[in-house]
């Protein structure tokens, strides 16, 4: 701790040694950090983390063990990092949400799980609520230059690709890929292992176990992401037929039905009961991506 530098908001940055020492017995004794660093009061770093010259954390910053935290890469107060995190440079974790009504004054922050990968210029702001908390699991990989906006969660094992942007509200559940420059409405929700094809628009809800694509489409089961997560062939054959009996072309109400195929029992596996509860849920207002008129998206 001896080589780190810290900074007050109310103060430029000045060395370790001229600030009062209980402000730097949370830093583990293992801690690198660079002297060209700037590190707030009351911060907290794991054991053999590194910080990178010319990074920025800000008060009450909590970081995990062997986290690394690259040069020019930003943490706001507010922020929890979990343990095994890498931020890479230009990265901002907990900045203020892009709300025209936010009072910058809410106790709000940003929680990362444990072994996230944070990649170059990757934006990702706090919660609009007091008390509540942006959420981002364990093991997510964000990549370079995309943005996960305020109150946002995110399942274990979620990639997010370069460029995509998530506005705020957003829930993605556990290993579902957001492509590369797609962009994801406010409050919609990505289920479980989805696959959401480049360059896509989104602004209805798309169920587990789905590709998603172009403007609210559907085409089909996500069959090769779901036999690399060790799905069945018992369960995937579940789960075309209750994509089948969601999906049907002569009815187009796809909530009724998912409703109505539950109670028929059309679903043999717990999956499948997930992808049809995934359109039952009531508290959910939004439309479901649907199949391109010309019948894509029909699985066999």
């Not at 890929?177 to 797609?182: K, P, Q």
């Not at 018992?234 to 209750?242: G, P, R, S």
């Amino acid at each position: 701790m001896r080589h780190a530098t810290v900074f007050s908001s109310r103060s430029s940055c000045r060395p370790a040694a001229s600030r009062p020492l209980f402000l730097l017995t949370m830093i583990h004794p293992t801690v690198s950090i660079s002297p060209l660093a700037c590190v707030g009061e009351n911060v907290s770093v794991g054991e053999n983390s590194t910080v990178a010259p010319f990074a920025v954390i800000e008060d009450g910053v909590a970081i995990g063990a062997r986290c690394h935290v690259a040069a020019h890469a930003v943490l706001k107060r507010g922020t929890r990092v979990g343990d095994d995190v890498h931020v890479d440079h230009h990265a901002v974790l907990g900045g203020l949400p892009q709300d025209l009504g936010f009072d910058p004054a809410t106790p709000s922050g940003v929680v990362i799980g444990d072994g996230v990968r944070i990649r170059e210029g990757v934006t990702l702001h706090r919660a609009t609520r007091a008390g509540e908390n942006t959420l981002v699991g364990t093991k997510c990989f964000l990549m370079a230059y995309s943005h996960v906006a305020h109150d946002c969660v995110l399942g274990e094992g979620v990639i997010v690709a370069n460029t995509a942007l998530l506005a705020g509200f957003v829930q993605v559940g556990a290993r579902a890929f957001v492509s590369g420059g797609v962009v994801v409405h406010q409050f919609v929700r990505i289920g479980e292992s989805a696959m959401c094809s480049g360059n896509g628009r989104f602004g209805m809800d798309i169920p587990p176990f789905v590709i998603a694509l172009e403007r609210n489409h559907v085409a089909g089961l996500n069959l090769v992401g779901l036999r690399r997560c060790g799905f069945s062939r018992e369960t995937l054959a579940d789960l075309k037929n209750c994509y089948r009996a969601v999906y049907r072309e002569d009815a187009l109400n796809f909530a009724a039905n998912a409703a109505e195929a539950l109670e028929a029992s059309v679903a043999q596996s717990e999956r499948g009961r997930q992808f049809l509860r995934f359109f039952t849920d009531t508290s959910k207002r939004r439309q479901f991506v649907r199949p391109r008129a010309n019948g894509a998206g029909t699985v066999e």
